[in-house]
């Protein structure tokens, strides 16, 4: 089993309002990452926890507040969204945090912001 | 800083019309080249990793090979279900405790009956 689930799919969500995205994954993986991805580009890494810990930000906005509850959750909370920030939004997990090992993705919350 | 071009950046074949992915790379300490597929709206999709130079990966009609500077995805006979957008990441070193793969843009593929 390599799969990583996200809700909700789709969200729309007004500028001043205040919303979660949600990640799972039973793989028993203990690295988490968040990326987001504009429209014919490719995946931007955001946020990477190892071990239940944030390890990595890529200088990410405020806005975006991501947590980790226990090793197989992940969510990203989102406040004050601009316009700009609509996008597919991609949570992903891998085996190990030093190898070079592979990451696999969920299917994505397409985030609209109005 | 890690560099990856893929090209063609669009390619169309004919069903049964062999051809390659070019990804092109430059790291410092790769870790790994990563091959995935991608279908509009949905996540990546884990195809291959590749470690070292002379490397090679086969499923179906997908083969991946590696050199020191880039690598290739060859499709060998698609069908039309094998229109995607194929991406190449690389992991390079270790950054804080976490693999952060750096994507190309990806190639579109488009295979027609």
């Known amino acids: 089993d390599t799969e990583v689930t996200q809700t909700p799919k789709h969200l729309v969500m007004g500028m001043t309002n205040k919303k979660s995205l949600k990640c799972e994954q039973h793989m028993g993986h203990r690295a988490m990452y968040w990326y987001k991805q504009k429209a014919k580009k490719p995946p931007e890494l955001m946020f990477v926890y190892s071990y239940e810990k944030l390890s990595i930000n890529e200088s990410v906005p405020s806005r975006f507040s991501p947590e980790c509850p226990n090793s197989s959750l992940l969510n990203l909370h989102l406040h004050a969204l601009q316009p700009e920030d609509s996008a597919l939004y991609l949570c992903?997990?891998?085996?190990?945090?030093?190898?070079?090992?592979?990451?696999?993705f969920g299917q994505g919350t397409r985030l609209t912001v109005v | 800083e890690d560099q990856v071009t893929q090209s063609p950046e669009a390619l169309r074949l004919q069903e049964g019309e062999s051809s390659s992915l070019n990804c092109s790379y430059t790291?410092?300490?790769?870790?790994?080249l990563f091959w995935y597929r991608q279908d509009p709206g949905k996540g990546p999709e884990f195809l291959f990793t590749l470690y070292s130079a002379g490397e090679e990966k086969e499923k179906e009609r997908l083969k991946a090979t590696l050199t020191k500077k880039e690598s290739f995805l060859h499709i060998t006979a698609p069908k039309p279900e094998d229109s995607a957008t194929y991406l190449c990441?690389?992991?390079?070193?270790?950054?804080?405790?976490?693999?952060?793969?750096?994507f190309g843009t990806g190639t579109q593929l488009k295979v027609e009956l």
């Open positions: 790291v410092s300490g790769l870790r790994g």
């Open positions: 992903a997990s891998s085996t190990s945090v030093v190898q070079g090992t592979e990451a696999f």
């Open positions: 990441a690389v992991q390079a070193g270790l950054t804080g405790g976490g693999n952060k793969l750096t």
